[in-house]
T-cell receptor, first 115, second 114 residues
Framework: DTGVSQDPRHKITKRGQNVTFRCDPISEHNRLYWYRQTLGQGPEFLTYFQNEAQLEKSRLLSDRFSAERPKGSFSTLEIQRTEQGDSAMYLC?????????????FGSGTRLTVV | AQSVTQLDSQVPVFEEAPVELRCNYSSSVSVYLFWYVQYPNQGLQLLLKYLSGSTLVKGINGFEAEFNKSQTSFHLRKPSVHISDTAEYFCAVSEANTGNQFYFGTGTSLTVIP
């Protein structure tokens, strides 16, 4: 297993377009997390899944954002009608439940630039 | 709710000199504490964590941190830095036992000068 994989690494899109990112967690990890990191800031929690169930969502996750994990394996994060303020690094992480509070494994992130 | 303050946004230090990166937290409940490192265009890598027990925690790459409950601090130290330590360092907390999300500080950019 090579860790948490995110695709694409970089995405440039025009304002108003929809974008979708993918995250493949470590195979035996059934918890998956999405964070957003803007320039000069630390990561901010967006949402997390245990298997296919989305158990918690941040108020940062507006109705233009949707995350899914249909089979409890990979996850997608979609942003509809992108705005310039959505420009950020989107980080995915995964863990086992009993280790979720002990530190996650992060992916390398998807850097989104909205022009 | 929890919050994390990293007091220094940028820390320049000469190679082989010691360094301390400061972190203070605020929480009304027991927390676990973490330091992560982020290299340019990379995700975050766990350096070390404090869950319980000894307040001095050793991590990877020669880093260590000390938990001070009375001062609500978790400062990161290294006795002798290398060029390869140049990176962004993030302090984070999570609620002990029940928390699933991490609260991160704004980061400290460590630059090691040859």
């Amino acid at each position: 297993d090579t860790g948490v994989s995110q695709d694409p690494r970089h995405k440039i899109t025009k304002r108003g377009q929809n974008v979708t990112f993918r995250c493949d967690p470590i195979s035996e990890h059934n918890r998956l997390y999405w964070y957003r990191q803007t320039l000069g800031q630390g990561p901010e929690f967006l949402t997390y899944f245990q298997n296919e169930a989305q158990l918690e969502k941040s108020r940062l996750l507006s109705d233009r954002f949707s995350a899914e994990r249909p089979k409890g394996s990979f996850s997608t994060l979609e942003i509809q009608r992108t705005e310039q303020g959505d420009s950020a690094m989107y980080l995915c992480a995964s863990s086992l439940p009993r280790h979720s509070n002990y530190g996650y494994t992060f992916g390398s992130g998807t850097r989104l630039t909205v022009v | 709710a929890q919050s994390v303050t990293q007091l220094d946004s940028q820390v320049p230090v000469f190679e082989e000199a010691p360094v301390e990166l400061r972190c203070n937290y605020s929480s009304s409940v027991s927390v676990y504490l973490f330091w992560y490192v982020q290299y340019p265009n990379q995700g975050l890598q766990l350096l070390l964590k404090y869950l319980s027990g000894s307040t001095l925690v050793k991590g990877i790459n020669g880093f260590e941190a000390e938990f001070n409950k009375s001062q609500t601090s978790f400062h990161l130290r290294k006795p002798s830095v290398h060029i390869s330590d140049t990176a962004e360092y993030f302090c984070a907390v999570s609620e002990a036992n029940t928390g699933n999300q991490f609260y991160f500080g704004t980061g400290t950019s460590l630059t090691v000068i040859p």
